[in-house]
């Protein structure tokens, strides 16, 4: 029999076409995430499930879902920390997710962030579009120049060291990073050191991981130990930053500014967050574009077919 599964976003048109050559689908056409009731239906409904970001499959969802039909959960991108992976394991449910594609998309919104952030380029269109713009002047709009500053990167993975290569070998930046574990290879020139003195560049990104490790990793000590000169760029998860302690930071000069592409609720902003002029906020761009998501769409598929073929999981977390 021909296994059931729910895709629960709208995917591009070429991911559908390959899973219907394997699969029966149910395509879930609301852009929002699940809720938890829905989430429960389908471990029940469906062999199994094309989640993504937001679907809130957590240890709760699991308890409540006794004897689920559903065998996998083949998520859509990289990270995982809407899913309760030890409690979907615990219930006899294969986890995959979509690492690689997301890499070089994510690592050039990084840079574009540092840019637009530290070149004021939001701010300038924002004046530009109001009719606000009297012409050209030698001290208009002055921002920060970023080639050869120093980067601090906050998790030395794919996106990391992606981050990185750009940095170093486009702006000539000087790079240090962070890193939970020992990184023998970094891919350019750079140091690690500790979080403190990660923290100390001028340009700190953050590209780590979601989940209760990291949550809040940036607080209002660690934005105490950047510089009044230096801007946070946050391309990871929105729940590593403190939003709160980063508006107050930001409101008193504490550092320079900030990029934004991921928030604490998304889609949910602070109005303070949004009144400021030094930050960049972006919806939610790391992996939008086409070819991008097609190759993320293509490898959740490649997982599912793994699966009900009774082959190793490409992409196992």
């Excluded at 039909?69 to 899913?83: D, E, S, T, W």
């Excluded at 921002?143 to 998790?155: A, C, E, Q």
């Excluded at 020139?189 to 001028?202: D, I």
């Excluded at 700190?204 to 510089?227: F, K, Y």
Aim: with cysteine; charged share 15%; aromatic share 4%.
């Amino acid at each position: 029999m021909t296994p059931q599964v729910l895709i629960t976003r709208p995917l591009p048109d070429k991911v559908i076409a390959q899973a219907m050559t394997r699969f029966s689908l149910t395509l879930r056409e609301d852009t929002t995430p699940m809720t938890q009731a829905e989430c429960i239906a389908a471990l029940h409904g469906y062999d199994a499930v094309l989640p993504t970001l937001g679907d809130p499959f957590t240890a709760q969802v699991f308890a409540e879902a006794h004897a689920p039909r559903c065998q996998m959960l083949a998520n859509f991108g990289v990270g995982y920390n809407h899913i309760d992976v030890v409690a979907a394991k615990a219930a006899g449910i294969a986890v995959t997710n979509t690492p690689g594609a997301v890499t070089e998309a994510t690592a050039d919104i990084a840079l574009m962030l540092m840019l637009m952030t530290a070149r004021r380029a939001g701010e300038g269109e924002r004046l530009v579009r109001a009719g606000g713009w009297q012409g050209w002047h030698p001290t208009q709009m002055l921002g920060t120049h970023m080639s050869g500053k120093s980067l601090g990167v906050i998790g030395m993975g794919r996106i990391g060291k992606a981050i990185a290569r750009r940095a170093h070998h486009g702006f000539g930046m000087q790079v240090r990073f962070y890193n939970r574990s020992e990184v023998a290879d970094p891919g350019v020139p750079a140091q690690q050191v500790p979080l403190s003195e990660a923290l100390g560049a001028e340009f700190v990104v953050l590209a780590v991981p979601g989940g209760p490790a990291t949550r809040h990793l940036i607080n209002a000590e660690a934005l105490a130990a950047m510089s009044p000169d230096a801007f946070l760029i946050n391309i990871a998860r929105g729940d590593v930053v403190d939003e709160t302690a980063l508006i107050a930071a930001l409101q008193g000069g504490k550092i320079a500014g900030a990029g934004l592409d991921v928030y604490e609720q998304e889609p949910k902003l602070p109005d303070a967050l949004r009144q400021l002029e030094n930050v960049t906020l972006l919806p939610h761009l790391g992996t939008a574009a086409l070819e991008v998501r097609e190759s993320m769409g293509l490898m959740a598929v490649a997982n599912l077919v793994a699966h009900f073929d009774g082959a190793p999981l490409p992409n196992p977390v």
